[in-house]
């Protein structure tokens, strides 16, 4: 195992080694005999990675080669300088679960069509291009599409690289599925169409794609083959595929699992209060690949952790510190973190934290980009605390072709189809009913943000306003401040896909107090105005 | 009959009694000879209740035992000082008119949800928040769902209690029909959640129920158990039913009659002239009970004065006075008032009555908020002028489960069901046809009704300007002047619910009224503004 | 001959006779050899009128009599100073083409209904009071109708002549198709509904009706019975009935061909290089007829031609000069004009012609007010390049009642009939495919829309702020400049109505340039009253 350690950590640049201390692992060693260990080889490699062999035997994947996954095993056993090659794409798990990866990549040719801004009226943020003013999101903000299609919309974005990867073909074919470079293609370094923004960076790709798994350390720190500081362009080329099936199940055991570092650090940081422990107890064992990088396992599948690997508030950007508004740039680790905070919550932990993401262009608070929350948002909520699981309403059990029962990985949004995600629990309920009912919170959470836009909208024009008038800086800093609570406490439920669903009284709680902190900024201005005004006479 | 009387006072607290003139009622009457008196005791209730004698006998009625509707008879038949319990409840009535009473409590699953916010794009009232600032519909403004509902609706309504009342259970239970109590939990006397308003009171329930007919005097002055200075959470608490049958229907002999006080106070004010008179009368004879209350008996069924009870614009808050700026209380009566005018007479109403609802947030004008007048909107619209009465088009005939027709109390919008609401008196017209014509007539005043919005927004930002500027108190008040003639112009159609079809050519009238008053106060806001920045040169 | 040319010069008030040089026509002719000339009377109209001879011998209309569509003439082979009445309303043609008329009349009862204002949330131009202040289309600016509808769909509009026509029996007969008057009343010259505007003149009426084309000098000089500067209401009391048969197809030969007058002169000014040339060439030969009014007749039909007589930008209303701001008139030529041009070389081609539509209410900057520039837009596009033509998309190939194909003469929005539209060329796609793409292209031009409003909005508030500020005019003239720009390369395409489907890349690039612009004056403000701000203290 020395050997293969030092071929790998040559490979990885590091030559650290971290004890191995797998957990038991899989429910099926629990409930029958592990089948004996076939002879295929596999034994030539357990010499060496014995910590493979602790996932894979007695597991449901126990029968299979090592070959299945691993190509040029030969000349790597022969010379083990020379690193196999992992074959990471959905391909090669959906030979034997086909109606998995037939979901996956299943297009849904919504009516309404794709690549819906977000802000305009009736949009997710109406007011965005006032309230996000400064903000690289400006530029392009649209309704996300299914996982399948979550790189190329990335880097296809107006705002991730000036617009230099377009889909082949133009509009025709954006609604191809597959790898990121058949469907892409690159306009060229010097590419910079107009109104676009280059806000791509490594840290950003990590919970589109798990194509980097193997050449990316712990974070994103120096040492692998790319870091948070590498060139965007250069990653970039490196996606193949969205996020795979390895980013929730462990490939050599079916463990259920994670592989995001930025969620194991945050779990592992608070093992007994975190989001999702219970009893002060979190179900993730993690293993610490010879100081590169972790991955946590679960006993049991529990999807909220698995889905928390993005659909999380996180950090992955440059930004600024509050204490001294020096930047903090893509070499500090700070760019690669989740809070795993609630909205009330997040504000206090970003300051703790000592940063924030950017100035807003008129009023020069200090904002939080929020990014999407889902998980903290659940966290708590009704459903949450009734046991359920973000997959038992997004991945309902389906009928595939061969007949048999499997979670559809479409994911899908539960109100597109309530029969599936709610009646299986609610029986009794009609399916006309349960959509009512989510409707109806959505509704009335809707009603919130546009109200909390609103007092935004209006904070920020009073303010430019009082500036123009010379009203003290001492009164700007605390409207400022208020406009700081308030962005966050509302800009979390724009982000946040579930319209409150996920959480209504988290949801109304955090946006009267959005509204309450804008209307004590625009008060504070305003009186400053009226003594302004009283002054000149 | 004297003695009943006495009880009667001493339970109301008034010892006057006044004269019954009771009407020949009933078409029933007038069609067949009447049955002969049932002798089932009743004789000995009329020997002192002769005013239900003559609504009840020869009636469709007539042949119901007082037991029927009336427990504690015994009781009461022995000790006249003990009242007998009326039952007022829909389950009553419902007993014989069930596919009535089970039409009323039928729930609409609408798949776009309840509770929908007015102050959102493309909402009733897109820029209400600006509009409506510093009133208390601010808090929470939602499209209504049907009558089943209005009770709960309104009591756990961001605006009523702050937030004191609320769906037990949560918004799993938001579908609820049945006993207001059933239903809402009360959180408790200090509560007051975040970003909500008080502004709930016992003169503004009684267009929600019918429970308090025995309870509150006329107009809801002193006397009755309840009036209009009471605690509204007492009030509240006797609430179990929204409007009853007994609303329109006269329980003891079925005569179409109205109970609401305001209304009948309105149409006796002025019985030749009203929206509802035809040649000079009106079709409503009023009964007075003992100087307690009254309620108003038809000899035909108008369902243009039964809907009138509620849907029409009314006074049912305190307020200011245009005279000298004083506050208007619950104990003037002229916070339970109807004025039944039409929206280009209705500021002449309010400033003769000398009464306002609040000043604007932000300019300080007088304002008017409007209910919902959809009855003096289609008071001598082409409708009207045809006979057409509401309930043809929003309560349409149907079959029931008994194979019997009857008119359904599921009140409906015709343009969610076009063919029950329009081709009974149109059908040579095709429902698509119907439907393009009503969603036309919507289209065209929607438009007017955002125009006249922005210019409203335009007057409030523009006065904002001049305000700081300096601009002379004399030139805001003209400009604030401008502001409450197009408020009330405006603001009546977002209130009204018909989006312009009851009667388009009102609404044009109107709304353009207000653009141009609008106008014209910005443009003496900007004048001003103009000398004033000269004057710096 | 000469005689019958005085009598018409006589008629048209011109002697000037214009050598005519008609190029040989019709596929027919090519195909199959021409019949005999039908020996009815036709060989004596034939001795003056040799022109029609050229293009009706031997065409698909030989064998018809001139009696067909024309009427007294007897009267007139007697006496040829009494012209003969030619018949020009569609369902002349009707009597053969019967699914063509039929199409073109049939009445689309869409479920949301029609006169959708475009200036509300969720419209096409929501913001348009604000951007567009100070022209005619603020006071009423609807979604079209179709072709069936666009006479009286101009002449009711609130912006054409004060409200005066509007339909007879009110909303009720709003669907109604057929002739002018039968469908409209004139209420009297004296009418001026509130908030209307009389925008109407007699050149905008070019691209509703062909009914003036005998009336009509070419591009509306004097000499006619009607001209640029006749009394509006003279000449819409002269139009019968919406653009007929005649306005694409000859009607003595059923030749391709285009009639309005502005389109000929914008070809014939440059042939080799306007937008529907080919291989430096253009179809479209051009027959003058005595120098009154000219036709262009085409080889093949390219329906790009025919809808591009409306579907352009145009100027047919008064404005003003960039070179000195003096009035431009209906007198001359320019109100009656086809640039040609698309939206990043319109306003350039608009300061060269040196005219302007009208001055913004609150900036002043000098604006064009775009029309509905789809033939423009689509000119270089991917489906133009690739041989499409309008009608393939917009007028899909049905089965007639008799069985028969054809092009269907009601013109559809292809997204709302993607199958008919789409699938024939695209074979291998799915309609919801198709849809999507359709969707997702507006979608995203949407987004960029909604973008260049808020920028505009930024830019006009920002100037009100500067101007008040006493920000010097040199900045003021600078930031106006801004606003020139910024609004053509938006408005274009809200005025266009495919939402970008037409030509994506160049809505992006117009739209994007937009924003650059208003930010770029938004800039400018900002920056000097900051110098202001600091001069005060």
Redesign the interface.
Same mark, same amino acid.
Do not use: C, F, L
């Given at each position: 195992m020395l050997k293969r350690n030092l071929v790998l950590a040559a490979a990885l640049g590091t030559g650290v080694l971290t004890a191995l201390a797998l957990p038991t692992l899989t429910t099926a060693a629990k409930t029958k005999p592990a089948p004996k260990a076939v002879n295929d080889g596999r034994a030539k490699c357990y010499e060496c990675h014995e910590e493979v062999k602790a996932l894979k035997e007695g597991s449901k994947h126990a029968a299979l080669s090592c070959k299945t996954c691993h190509d040029k095993l030969d000349e790597h056993l022969k010379d083990s300088s020379k690193a196999p090659v992992t074959r990471l794409d959905h391909a090669v798990c959906g030979t034997c679960h086909k109606s998995q990866y037939d979901s996956f990549f299943e297009v849904h040719?919504?009516?309404?069509?794709?690549?819906?801004?977000k802000?305009?009226?009736?949009g997710r943020s109406?007011m965005q291009?006032?309230l996000l003013a400064g903000h690289g999101f400006?530029f392009?903000h649209?309704e996300p599409r299914g996982h399948a299609h979550m790189v190329v919309d990335q880097f296809a974005s107006d705002r991730f690289q000036g617009g230099r990867y377009q889909f082949k073909g133009?509009? /025709?074919n954006?609604?191809k599925v597959g790898k990121t470079w058949d469907i892409l293609e690159d306009k060229g370094p010097n590419t910079k169409?107009?109104?676009s923004a280059m806000a791509g960076n490594p840290t950003c790709m990590q919970c589109k794609t798990s194509d980097l798994t193997l050449k990316w350390k712990f974070l994103g720190d120096k040492g692998g083959k790319f870091d948070r500081t590498s060139n965007v362009n250069d990653v970039a080329k490196a996606v193949d595929n969205p996020l795979g099936c390895i980013t929730c199940h462990d490939p050599h055991g079916t463990q259920p699992r994670v592989i995001r570092d930025a969620l194991i650090q945050a779990v592992q940081s608070n093992t007994s209060g975190n989001i999702f422990s219970k009893g002060g107890k979190t179900d993730l064992k993690v293993v610490d690949f010879r100081g590169f990088r972790k991955i946590g396992v679960m006993e049991k599948t529990d999807s909220r952790m698995m889905c928390a690997q993005c659909h999380v508030e996180y950090n992955c950007n440059a930004g600024g510190q509050w204490s001294d508004g020096k930047p903090v740039k893509y070499d500090d680790s700070r760019t690669n973190h989740f809070p795993l905070k609630n909205a009330k919550e997040i504000l206090a932990h970003y300051k703790k934290l000592d940063f924030y993401d950017f100035k807003h262009a008129i009023t020069g608070a200090r904002l939080i980009k929020l990014q999407h929350p889902e998980s903290e948002t659940y966290a708590g909520s009704?459903h949450d605390k009734a046991g359920v699981q973000c997959h038992q309403c997004h991945m309902p059990t389906k009928k595939g072709k061969d007949g048999k029962k499997f979670s559809s990985h479409s994911v899908i949004r539960p109100v597109n189809d309530v029969q599936a995600a709610c009646l299986g629990c609610h029986p009794k309920d009609?399916a006309?009913?349960k959509?009512?009912?989510?409707?109806?919170?959505?509704?009335?959470t809707?009603?919130?943000m546009?109200?909390a836009e609103?007092?935004l909208g209006?904070l920020i024009d009073t303010y /430019? /306003?009082a500036?123009?008038?010379?009203v003290p800086e001492t009164v700007l800093a605390q409207a400022r401040e208020k406009h700081e609570e308030a962005h966050v406490l509302w800009e979390y439920w724009t982000a946040e896909n579930s319209d409150g669903f996920h959480n209504?009284?988290l949801a109304?709680?955090s946006l009267? /107090?959005s509204?309450?902190a804008s209307k004590a900024g625009v008060k504070v201005l305003n009186d400053a105005?009226l003594v302004k005004?009283d002054e000149?006479?």
């Open positions: 040719y919504d009516p309404n069509g794709a690549r819906k801004e802000g305009v009226p009736g109406p291009d006032k400006t392009e649209t133009g509009w /025709a954006y609604d169409i107009p109104e009704t009609s006309a009913k959509k009512y009912q989510i409707e109806t919170i959505r509704n009335y809707k009603g919130k546009r109200k609103y007092w209006n /430019a /306003a500036q123009r008038q010379g209504p009284a109304r709680d009267t /107090a509204i309450s105005m005004k000149k006479k």
